[in-house]
């Protein structure tokens, strides 16, 4: 129900926009965030936006990602950069019905199939 697209390689200082598109099920009132992950490494919250708009970040993407989303198409954009190989995962979309945008990846009942971005150096 919830599909990423926008993944792939790009040089470190470069910009990349990874998407996902909600469907099964109106997700305008849930919280909508990304979370990644590299190998042998646990899932880290990475940013959410809430049904308000209001939005929260990780403080090693604070200033160089934006989340954003558009309830009438039912998706949520991470706009990327100034990316560094340390930004180097597989990241994933996420909804919570709840709403409550939380950091923790259990709050989150909707999970992606996830999407590679590599920042070469």
């Known amino acids: 129900q919830l599909q990423a697209c926008g993944g792939g390689l790009v040089q470190a200082g470069g910009s990349l926009r990874i998407s996902c598109a909600a469907s099964g099920r109106d997700f305008r009132s849930s919280a909508l965030g990304w979370f990644r992950q590299v190998p042998g490494k646990k899932r880290d919250f990475v940013a959410v936006?809430?049904?308000?708009?209001?939005?929260a970040y990780t403080d090693s993407v604070r200033g160089r990602f934006t989340i954003s989303r558009d309830n009438a198409k039912n998706t949520v954009t991470l706009q990327m950069n100034s990316l560094s190989p340390e930004d180097t995962a597989v990241y994933y979309c996420?909804?919570?019905?709840?709403?409550?945008?939380?950091?923790?990846?259990?709050?989150?009942?909707?999970w992606g199939q996830g999407t590679q971005v590599t920042v070469s150096s």
């Open positions: 996420v909804a919570d019905i709840h709403d409550y945008g939380s950091r923790r990846g259990e709050e989150y009942e909707y």
């Open positions: 936006i809430l049904e308000s708009g209001i939005t």
